[in-house]
């Protein structure tokens, strides 16, 4: 369709009449269930909907919104590289990136493997949601009348961005952008930064209290999605696939360790799709309501961590039993991604989250029940580190460390099996603040492991250790 007609300023120029009624006349097959469809005039901007026959009035008496030059709302791909002999390229939209970071957040363009030509992830993902047409209205609309470089949307995401890099504070945000508001008239600029952060809120979401104990969770299955969404990353998320070293002994990735080959080797159904993830769980840090600052700490959660791990541990189970589906960007096409943990890296005393005792004189998860320890006054001291030596190795003999020879063998190798053997005879302690066992404590006796609770688990770790 013709669009040179969208940039003409007068009125009642006979090609603004019937472009109008031939928009209005296109626009039929993009209506809702209520007849209506967004209104690409200079007031409603595509953010107000109306019927077909106020659409062809709004654009004759307030004129065509300039920026909207690819009629998403209206049947076009924000992908398709149009050309116009009538447009000027720079005036096609702005030069902010906003345009490829929404077509990758839901889609726009995308086909599945049907083939159809519909797209049912932009469907889904757009479904009449008024937040996200307003994203697309901003998307489209210039910062100030004739503005090319930033769109309303671009320049909230850079101002923020900056925001975030500069570590700058919601105060100073609200002075520079009450600063910017009064110095740029015609520029559409949020007055506060809490208008900016909740500019595509619903406004009629129902307030809820917050309670005095919360735990803020961010679940992985929608983050690994996104890098499924965005065609960049979607590419790199396979790399290893057709990028690991062939040569025997040369590290280049973590496929080419020990535990990835051993986790192929037990589940090759998993391993013959390289879209599926395979993920390191690091606790380092984690350190909830800041009560492990202390090990003498009094409100450590001590075994009702496991408390908090609950919605790892249940999204972990269903991201590798059932999978979610996801839209694959490099392949245009949806697929089942499921997902493992393989690693957990950690310092020692977050071995508390396994249930290992970070405390006591069997400590050294190495050692496990040959611990060589010894009370040391108000203190428990770990000797016994040249076992570890080679048997002829003149320290052994040498009596400067603890005044005695050193005869003890370095200890077995314990494997995934041995511990889950050593679990069976650990009683399950209840978590919570429950009053019948709140005192309660779960006590070892002396030939007892060093396991002081059973932690949740996995459902594939008990057959896929090594």
Known sequence: MDKSWIKI??????KIMKGAIDFADMAKGYVDREGLTHCPCNNCL??????????????????????YVKWI?????SWEHETNDDLDETDNKSNDGVHDLLGDAFNVGYETEGGDGKNEFESSNRSSNPNVDRL???MEKPLFPGCDTFSVLGFI?????????????????????????EAFMDTIIPKTHYEAKNRWVDDHTNQKKIPTKVLRYFPITSRLKRLYACRYTAKDMQWHANNKSKEEGFHRHPTNGKAWKHFDRIYPDFANEPRDVCL???????????????????DSPEKDIDVYLRPLVDELNVLWENGVETYDSEFRCAFNMRATVIWTINDFPAYNLSGWSTSGYMTCPICNEDAPSIRLQNKIG??????????????RNARDFNGKKEDMLAPKHISGEDCLRQLEHVPQCPHGKNQSYTDQKCKRGIS???????????NYHTGASC
């Not at 002075?175 to 910017?180: A, C, G, R, S, V």
């Not at 770990?382 to 320290?395: A, C, E, I, S």
């Not at 007892?448 to 996995?458: F, I, P, Q, T």
């Open 9 to 14: 300023k007068n009125k009642v120029d006979p």
């Open 280 to 298: 390191g769980l690091a606790s380092d840090g984690f350190n909830p309501f800041g009560m492990m600052n202390t090990s003498y700490s009094k």
């Open 448 to 458: 007892e492991s060093n396991w002081k609770k059973k932690a949740y688990s996995l």
């Open 73 to 77: 709302f209206h049947g076009e791909s």
């Open 46 to 67: 595509n953010v107000i909907k109306q019927l077909l026959d106020l659409v062809g009035a709004h654009i004759i008496h307030h004129g065509f919104q300039q920026s």
């Open 136 to 138: 697309f209205a901003d």
């Open 157 to 181: 995401l850079r101002l923020k961005h900056v925001k975030v890099t500069c570590k700058m504070t919601n105060v100073s945000m609200d002075m520079i952008l009450k600063l910017l508001s």
């Open 382 to 395: 770990y000797v016994g580190h040249r076992r570890f030596l080679p048997h002829d190795h003149p320290w």
